[in-house]
């Protein structure tokens, strides 16, 4: 039996029973997934635009404060691999329970800061916690639909929508009350969405949790020669375009504020133009995914990487409106690629091996994007941001080469 948005294949749960077995279709996980998706990348967000009001109570600038989200992003990635292993080993729904409960009780603390030191701690735990959705929920996603491409994309979306969300609801509680409740609001939804999914979806269907491969070793069977050469070059991609994601994501709202002056010049302001064109792009993934699933991935990888190409180089030098409608385009090209390279993984791993191939693939990705972080700090000022943006141009010119160059996949998709 299939069904798009439904997964069926879950694990048990130590304290319920293995017996306890509901129609697969009762409650759906979707939802609670699509809504983890925009909480995950909102709460990774929230600091890079908060920053920009604690300089004073900190005693630093923004150059001195960004820095401290560095184990943040850093756990975000590495942390990506165990979340990886226990999904596949002990439970997919455990691990989300974890995302979310963990989650939210990370932004609290993150709330209750007080020092620097405390707050590159607090951040770097949230970044841990923050790790287990990715290599965990897009596992559950494409196991038993064929239409991955839309799956992917819509959930995509979501999580677009929580990275377009991040800088004007950070914006606005910061304006209405303080830096501290941009972290403590989303906390206490992600505890409570936690608590409501626990309570549910770990109980619409149990099975026993299989032993597939050697759980000490990263063995994803990549089966022939060729599918093994796309894996390298996709990869290398993914590498480039994690990069190329989280410094465009966590240096927008500065750029703004140095470039939009003429527009506005209030944090909500600028939270409301970030939103905007992060909003804008996130449809790039409803529109990649079903062309994922009525073409190939292939195509559409490299059509966006060619259109990113002149969208970077425009935002290298623009202000004003032309800034944001630049920014704009280059970014519906930067989330578009999303959904494709998640439709490789799913297309040629195995069912009981996804959560760790995505687990190495976000462990690559988020983890060269933690190299950002000192780039933007350096950047930050006057009109260093060029050369951060020259640096990103060229570099999504080598991605696109390597595209070019994937090898089409050789599998058909395993469900």
Known sequence: MLHSDVCLVCRELPLLSPS???????????????????LDHLIMLIFPAAALSMTAEFGLTYAELLPLSLGAFIAFGACSLPAGWLGDRWSLDGMMGVFFIGSGAACGLTAMAKTPLQLAICLSILGAFAAIYHPIAPALLVNGTARRGRVLGINGFFGNFGVASAALTTGVLTDLASWRAAFAAPGAVLILIGLVYIFTITGTRMEAPKSVGNFRTLDFRFGSPSVRTLFIRLFAIILLA???????????????????????????GVGVFVFGVFLFAGFAQLIAGPL???????????????????????VTFADGWLLAISAAAMMFCVFGQIPVHDAMIARNIAAEYRARAYALRYFVSFGASAAAIPMIAAASGGRMFEELLATLTVLTAIAFVIAVRLPRATQAPVL
């Open 20 to 38: 306890t077995v509901l129609p697969p279709t009762a409650i759906s996980r979707t939802p609670f997934l699509n809504a983890g998706h925009a």
């Open 242 to 268: 994690g990069l190329i994601f989280n410094a465009t994501t966590v240096a927008m709202p500065k750029l703004f504020d140095e470039r939009l002056t003429n527009l506005t010049s209030s944090a909500t």
């Open 292 to 314: 994922i699933d009525r073409y190939s991935e292939k195509p559409v990888l490299t059509a966006l990487l060619v259109l990113q190409i002149p969208c970077l180089a425009l």
